[in-house]
């Protein structure tokens, strides 16, 4: 509270602080109750962690027929005092899979080697002036293979006026894909 004052010892632990700005106080007091000037220090508690927003590329989910995916992101600090003038831009990190971290990694980013076909993991670190670290996690698929459609049982020849197919991929579709029939 601003206009209390309680007895410290140097060294105390201020405890239980929230976000935002803070103002820490100290004077000095003898015996006969003389008082000094205030000494102070003002500082920002942050302990919110960053963010990150895809705005362009293969999200959570998604397949990609691109073997050099690019994403674009923005990243924010959602602690309401720091209106992103906290984040380290050269701290932002890249990654795909478990291969090297790209350092400084710009929005707009593009992988650094073509992915094979298969899950594939990036992941995007961002770190603020407290230390703060955000991480984004996308699961995404490579496919660059088409699929091959394959008739398993077809109608007799001559057939009535119905008849019916069954078929199959050489692969997996994905959460979108589909088959396409023409007759």
């Known amino acids: 509270e601003a206009d209390v004052w309680t007895e410290c010892e140097s060294g105390d632990l201020v405890e239980g602080l929230v ?8 004077r000095a007091q003898d015996a006969a109750g003389n008082k000094d000037n205030t000494d102070s220090f003002a500082w920002e508690r942050d302990t919110t962690e ?41 701290t932002t990190t890249c990654q ?9 990694c710009p929005s707009l980013w593009t992988a650094p080697s073509f992915l094979n076909d298969g899950p594939r993991k990036l992941t995007l670190t961002v770190q603020d002036a407290a230390g703060n670290t955000g991480t984004e996690i996308v699961n995404f698929t490579v496919a660059t293979t088409s699929p091959a459609a394959f008739l398993e049982e077809t109608p007799e020849n001559p057939s009535g006026s119905d008849a019916s197919f069954e078929f199959m991929s050489s692969s997996e ?8 029939c023409r007759t």
Do not use: H
């Open 19 to 26: 976000d935002g700005n803070r103002t820490f106080d100290v």
């Open 50 to 90: 960053p963010e990150f927003e895809i705005t362009s590329g293969p999200e959570e989910g998604d397949w990609t027929n691109l073997r050099r995916p690019t994403w674009e992101y923005t990243e924010s600090d959602p602690n309401p005092i720091a209106d992103d003038k906290n984040l380290l831009a050269a």
């Open 96 to 104: 795909i899979d478990s291969g090297t971290t790209v350092s400084d």
């Open 173 to 180: 579709l994905g959460p979108e894909g589909k088959f396409q």
